[in-house]
T-cell receptor
């Protein structure tokens, strides 16, 4: 059974650019959540996808958007990057909305 | 609103016992999780409590009191590899079951 995989592992972007982060959920998991973790902080909930539909959103602006595909993999897109977007982005999957999460190892995004 | 508080840092000695406390205030409580996170790595699941009481799993135990909004993680026979950040997270139920995390407790285990 494979776990949650994320790509890329590290990324450097310039302020104003756009970025796409990818996540393959654990086999059998139909729910994917994305979190942003700034240095020294706990993860902050961005949004959740369940069966290809957004199923809840945290306190993040619309320039943070996402997709979930029929195979339950997911993308996080961030437009008009700002310096404060520099963080570890974590993807987590679960078998259903009412269950615990398995986290991927994250994508470290640096905006310069 | 929701608020989760845990100490920022703790230090303990190899072989000893350490207790990491977590207090929370949230609506729609649907369980409390503890995760371990080594620097630059993903959080890994340690424990889950939804009912009051103690859950024991090897060297790790977790306790929950829903009426007090309180949990603790107990680590026994500390090893150097236990040096990590420990995240307390509350599952907030509803249409979206989402984990709300504390800022984490950085535990340093010393020889």
């Amino acid at each position: 059974e494979t776990g949650v995989t994320q790509s890329p592992t590290h990324l450097i972007k310039t302020r104003g650019q756009q970025v796409t982060l990818r996540c393959s959920s654990q086999s059998g998991h139909n729910t994917v959540s994305w979190y942003q973790q700034a240095l020294g902080q706990g993860p902050q909930f961005i949004f959740q996808y369940y069966r290809e539909e957004e199923n809840g959103r945290g306190n993040f602006p619309p320039r943070f958007s996402g997709l979930q595909f029929p195979n339950y993999s997911s993308e996080l897109n961030v437009n008009a990057l700002e310096l404060d977007d520099s963080a570890l982005y974590l993807c987590a999957s679960s078998p259903t909305v009412n269950y615990g999460y398995t986290f991927g190892s994250g994508t470290r995004l640096t905006v310069v | 609103g929701q608020n989760i508080d845990q100490p920022t840092e703790m230090t303990a000695t190899e072989g000893a016992i350490v207790q990491i406390n977590c207090t929370y205030q949230t609506s729609g409580f649907n369980g409390l999780f503890w995760y371990q996170q080594h620097a630059g790595e993903a959080p890994t699941f340690l424990s889950y409590n939804v009912l009051d009481g103690l859950e024991e799993k090897g060297r790790f135990s977790s306790f929950l009191s829903r009426s007090k909004g309180y949990s603790y993680l107990l680590l026994k026979e500390l090893q150097m590899k236990d040096s990590a950040s420990y995240l307390c997270a509350v599952m907030r139920g509803g249409a979206t079951n989402k984990l709300i995390f504390g800022t984490g407790t950085l535990l340093a285990v010393q020889p």
